[in-house]
């Protein structure tokens, strides 16, 4: 349970700095607001990241990152997950899509890019990780040009009512961004963010999230990084295989999900960016998963 600003969420935004840094062959995504504001405890990343020294420095850090988060290719799970998101928003975009809601936000600094100021971006997060976000934004100075709302949640209590009453939604499509989030909560908080989606969102908004089966413990290297997350306070407790999180959504009437290997997601780049990179056994772990929120069924008890 959360009770502080996430650790993970810093996490993950000092590795989107350190995979913008990566040599052209190697670059799975690029950030460059990533790169300007990783927040504490990373943030001495950013002056070895920039300056003469910052392939070697590259490098020394990547092979950090792999000995603290004790699992080779989680790096590159973070980045190829935020390439693919952004891939698909770039997708949705170009379709007409306006509002864009972020659930579980913590460093995540797409709503401060140039190309989306006409977009309306709603970042739901914890108090605490959306206080140290925005005191981040303030250090740096970094104004939102277009529309922002921010709406602090506990995702493990009773947060629907909060943001209904917000008003932030509307009725406009939405396409939903739920990264790195569900992992980190229990069965019960998953299909009430689920069940929020439909009652609130209407027909023909999206959802994508990364997911992976958690509780398998033949998945070395993905217990590796449970255990390093939950070291944090931040244990995973939520995720499953393909076919039960298929069949979750099914009993939530989401068919014909659109679910992506991250192994599937790697070849697919290399090929396309002519990247040269490992296909690393925890990338067989994640998937990603893309629904159409297609009306309000009925609450599922
Ligand atoms: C690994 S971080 C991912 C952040 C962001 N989506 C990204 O990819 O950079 C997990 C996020 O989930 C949020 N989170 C986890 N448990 C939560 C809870 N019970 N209530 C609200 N937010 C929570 C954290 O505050 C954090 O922002």
């Not at 009437?253 to 599937?264: A, G, N, Q």
Request: contains cysteine.
């Amino acid at each position: 349970m959360l009770d502080q600003a996430s650790r993970t969420a810093a996490d993950v935004a000092a590795v989107r700095a350190l995979c913008s840094a990566a040599p052209p062959g190697q670059r799975i995504m690029y950030d460059a607001l990533s790169l300007q504001m990783i927040p504490p405890p990373w943030r001495f990343w950013r002056f070895m990241l920039s300056g003469p020294l910052r392939s070697i420095n590259y490098q020394f850090l990547r092979s950090c990152a792999h000995f603290k988060s004790g699992s080779r290719g989680m790096c590159e799970v973070v980045a190829l997950r935020y390439r693919h998101i952004d891939d698909q928003l770039q997708d949705a975009y170009e379709r007409g899509i306006r509002q864009v809601l972020l659930l579980g936000a913590g460093f995540d600094y797409r709503a401060y890019r140039p190309e989306y100021t006409d977009v309306h971006f709603i970042e739901v997060d914890h108090p605490a990780t959306q206080a140290a976000k925005l005191a981040l934004l303030d250090e740096h100075h970094v104004s939102t040009l277009g529309r922002v709302s921010y709406i602090g949640v506990d995702f493990m209590g009773d947060w629907a009512s909060t943001l209904q009453q917000s008003g932030a939604l509307g009725n406009e499509p939405t396409f939903v961004i739920w990264e790195g989030v569900a992992y980190y909560l229990d069965g019960q908080a998953v299909c009430y963010t689920l069940q929020t989606l439909l009652d609130q969102l209407p027909a023909d908004s999206q959802l994508i999230f990364d997911c992976a089966p958690v509780q398998d413990d033949s998945a070395r290297e993905l217990q590796r990084a449970a255990r390093y997350a939950a070291s944090h306070g931040e244990p995973m407790l939520w995720g499953g295989t393909m076919h039960e999180v298929e069949a979750l959504l099914n009993s939530f009437h989401l068919s014909t999900p659109k679910i992506h290997r991250f192994s599937d997601l790697m070849r697919t780049l290399m090929v396309e960016e002519s990247l040269s990179l490992p296909i690393e056994p925890v990338f067989d772990q994640f998937y990603m998963v893309e629904v159409v929120l297609n009306g309000r069924p009925p609450h599922i008890a």
